[in-house]
């Protein structure tokens, strides 16, 4: 029987400028969704986009080749999809200066 996990890796937090999640781990799991979530309206400009990165420890990071958008409709989250991703998972990036956006991030996760 497969086993499904949602984490909540931000809930209700500000962020601008360096930027980056909680990170969880993950070994057990074969796909995650990542889902973000603007709760209120911003004005993002074109291009500010969150990484998904990966981690054997869970303290040394790097870039898993996945984006996701920041801003739309703060009704309707965004998501990736990921696979292949080893020990741990977070989201990280960098917000433009004057752009702050209140967020929720979670991580769908099936094994």
């Not at 937090?13 to 796909?31: D, K, N, Q």
């Not at 990484?51 to 420890?57: A, G, T």
Request: one cysteine or more; hydrophobic letters at 45%; proline letters at 5%.
């Amino acid at each position: 029987m497969r086993q499904s996990h949602t984490a909540v890796l931000a809930r209700n937090e500000s962020w601008s400028g360096e930027v980056a999640t909680e990170p969880f781990e993950v070994a057990w799991a074969t796909e995650a969704i990542v889902f973000l979530r603007v709760l209120e309206p911003v004005e993002v400009p074109d291009g500010v986009t969150l990484r998904v990165q990966i981690s054997p420890d869970g303290m040394r990071w790097c870039d898993e080749g996945s984006v996701i958008a920041l801003g739309g409709d703060p009704a309707v989250p965004t998501f990736v999809r990921v696979t292949h991703f080893g020990g741990w998972l977070r989201l990280a990036g960098t917000l433009t200066d004057g752009v702050e956006a209140k967020v929720v991030a979670y991580l769908a996760l099936k094994g």
